[in-house]
């Protein structure tokens, strides 16, 4: 008697104790600042443990369900993802609350095993996932210079001479491949190549053969990192399966490792033998040794990274000009109007430049269409202080989903989202006009510094590449894209080329 009695009382405590923590944590929160009851905002009912994980059992793409799940809850609503509280925000309005107007209180970055894994076991190593201080202002400062050049400065001169010493090379590669008898070929390692030997050039005065061992491990490396990033994990938000995914986390750190002893041997000691601190530094790397040197905040690790990080920028547009290709395949009418706007520039007796990008608005605006229409995602942010947004509660540490795929696909914001229109971006004028809540680069502090080497080293690649060859693949069907993923895994599609324009 006395041990049932015990029994209910324990019972009874339990379950005020979990309505009490059920309450706290998923129906609403105190605003500290304000002393108002703020309500978290709705979202489905979380289970214990998993929360709200069972919703991705079967999707193509988790955006698709956050879509679906915004019809129900609105344009914010919360899920609890594992251990992990999130929000996700559907509107542009809100994308801009979160990325902008409170832009300094959504600086964080999600706490993610893997993440720590790629860079050395500590995120913040890197510039892309670290948390938002003012150290990483200065690194993005720093980087600014070579990674967003102006059109007038000697840097952008210096790219667009690159690319022209590099794509012939591609082009060249493609060409070997077909004379061996292959007309398949396996596109993608080239064009990581090309594009790795574009940034090494650019940023660190360094060139690789394709045919260099380390080269190919270099780029086949940042590829598969590239691909892993662009997936979820369930580690992300069950850390305590940590264990169990042991040999995948050492697989990730071992491609960062191999890359980073790539780097040191090939490229940063014979910086180190050869710079000049006195003197202007002579590409990216010279500066990060510069400032290394002075400054006492900046560790040999940041330098490291943010090299990794911007070196490893080149696996983003391999994976773009797959996609580009595979687009144009699927509507070849774009093929022409592209030939039609390489021949008007170059009159078919020369490659196009960068120079040529501005009057040829239509290739210009593949590039967005392509980015649109694979609804590219923009990386988590997380709230580093409790706030609101919309009326309702965000905590500190909640990580934020930015659901770019909803912004890029609904027919609210776009006519015939589903269809590849690269003339929606072009004006009456003829002039490439990005609408405003066009952000596959994100927006805000914590925007993409890479977005003029995206766009003008791919619009270099992908129209020399339309210039000489035709592209095809014998089963058109066979083609399937993930949406919202900019990353094909590192084994993909290979295509088939065909000369049409004998090589310059
Ligand atoms: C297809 C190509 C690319 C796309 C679609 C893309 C898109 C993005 C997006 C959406 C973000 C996050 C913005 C945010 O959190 O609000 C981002 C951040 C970033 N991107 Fe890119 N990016 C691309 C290529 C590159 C390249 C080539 C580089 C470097 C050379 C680069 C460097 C960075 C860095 C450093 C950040 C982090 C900025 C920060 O957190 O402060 N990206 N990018």
């Not at 776009?414 to 002039?431: A, L, M, N, V, Y």
Request: proline residues 5%; aromatic residues 12%.
């Amino acid at each position: 008697m006395y041990s049932q009695l015990l029994s209910i009382f324990l019972s009874v405590i339990l379950l005020i104790t979990l309505f009490y923590f059920y309450y706290k944590f998923y129906l609403t929160r105190v605003s500290k600042k304000s002393s108002i009851v703020h309500t978290l905002a709705p979202g489905p009912r979380p289970y214990p443990v998993i929360g709200n994980l069972a919703c991705f059992r079967e999707c193509d793409t988790p955006f698709r369900v956050f879509t679906n799940l915004s019809k129900v809850y609105g344009d914010i609503y919360s899920l609890q993802m594992g251990t992990t509280p999130c929000i996700v925000v559907n509107s542009f309005e809100l994308i801009k609350e979160i990325l902008i107007v409170q832009g300094s209180l959504f600086g964080g970055r999600p706490d993610f095993i893997r993440y720590h894994r790629i860079f050395g076991n500590d995120r913040n190593n890197s510039l892309a996932l670290c948390d938002w201080s003012s150290l990483q202002e200065k690194r993005r400062r720093i980087a600014r210079k070579y990674c967003s050049p102006r059109i007038i400065s000697s840097n952008y001169q210096l790219m667009s001479k690159i690319s022209l010493i590099e794509t012939p090379i591609l082009l060249k590669a493609i060409h070997k491949r077909i004379l061996s008898g292959n007309k398949s070929v396996k596109i993608k390692p080239l064009l990581q190549s090309a594009f790795s030997n574009m940034f090494t050039q650019y940023l660190c005065s360094t060139r690789f053969d394709y045919e260099d061992k380390q080269l190919q491990t270099m780029v086949r490396n940042f590829d598969e990192i590239f691909y892993e990033i662009n997936q979820g994990h369930p580690v992300d938000f069950l850390p305590w399966l940590n264990p169990f995914f042991s040999k995948h986390m050492n697989k990730i750190a071992g491609w960062a490792n191999e890359i980073r002893e790539i780097m040191l041997e090939r490229i940063i000691k014979q910086h180190l033998d050869t710079v000049d601190y006195d003197d202007h530094p002579r590409d990216f790397t010279d500066a990060l040794l510069q400032y290394f040197r002075e400054d006492e905040e900046l560790s040999w690790d940041h330098i490291m990274f943010d090299l990794e990080d911007f070196i490893g920028g080149h696996a983003a547009l391999g994976n773009l000009v797959m996609l580009i290709l595979i687009y144009l395949m699927k509507n070849p009418h774009c093929i022409d109007k592209i030939r039609q706007e390489i021949d008007a520039v170059t009159g078919g007796l020369r490659d196009v430049c960068m120079d040529d990008k501005y009057k040829m608005p239509y290739t210009e605006a593949l590039v967005f269409e392509t980015l649109r229409i694979c609804a590219s995602p923009i990386v988590p942010h997380v709230a580093t202080e409790d706030t609101t947004v919309a009326g309702y509660s965000v905590c500190k540490g909640t990580v934020v989903i930015l659901n770019n795929f909803d912004l890029n696909t609904s027919d609210l914001y776009w006519d015939e989202p589903t269809k590849f229109k690269p003339e929606r971006f072009i004006s009456q004028d003829g002039i490439v006009v990005k609408p405003s809540h066009f952000i596959p680069f994100g927006t805000g502090k914590r925007t993409c510094i890479g977005q003029k080497l995206v766009t003008d080293f791919t619009f270099i690649v992908i129209t020399s590449i339309l210039n000489h060859y035709d592209v095809s693949y014998p089963n058109m069907d066979e083609l399937k894209l993930v949406p919202a993923c900019v990353a094909l895994p590192a084994e993909t599609y290979e295509l088939e080329f065909t000369l049409r324009k004998d090589l310059f």
